[in-house]
């Protein structure tokens, strides 16, 4: 069963904007925190943006001022719009919730999207 589903990747050139989506099983995203995420070859997973149900927001450092992380709690979507990107950004990004395996009971994820930014 689908729990997660991200899009909106590509490739964008430097500066350029992306807005990414995820489509959330409702039982996952009403009571969660939802966060975005990337990885980028040979590094770890990191979270780079973050939203509580109530719509609280907060950022990784290399992302603040240029993405922003919002929701649709009728539609079980959250989004992250991507503004000013660099190749830096470039990544596999993912949706989930703030505490995967407390969520799952396992460690989840979905497909994730690739962004690749161009210099």
């Known amino acids: 069963q689908v729990q997660l589903a991200e899009s909106g990747g590509g490739l964008v050139q430097a500066g350029g904007s992306l807005r990414l989506s995820c489509a959330a099983r409702?039982?996952?995203?009403?009571?969660?925190?939802m966060g975005w995420y990337r990885q980028a070859p040979g590094k770890q997973r990191e979270l780079v943006a973050a939203?509580?149900?109530?719509?609280?927001?907060d950022y990784a450092d290399s992302v603040k001022g240029r993405f922003t992380i919002s929701r649709d709690n009728a539609k079980n979507t959250v989004y992250l719009q991507m503004n000013s990107l660099k190749p830096e950004d470039t990544a596999v990004y993912y949706c989930?919730?703030?505490?995967?395996?407390?969520?799952?009971?396992?460690?989840?994820w979905g497909q994730g999207t690739q962004v690749t930014v161009s210099s």
């Open positions: 989930n919730t703030i505490d995967v395996i407390a969520t799952y009971g396992y460690d989840y």
């Open positions: 409702g039982s996952i995203f009403s009571i969660n925190a």
């Open positions: 939203i509580t149900s109530g719509g609280t927001t």
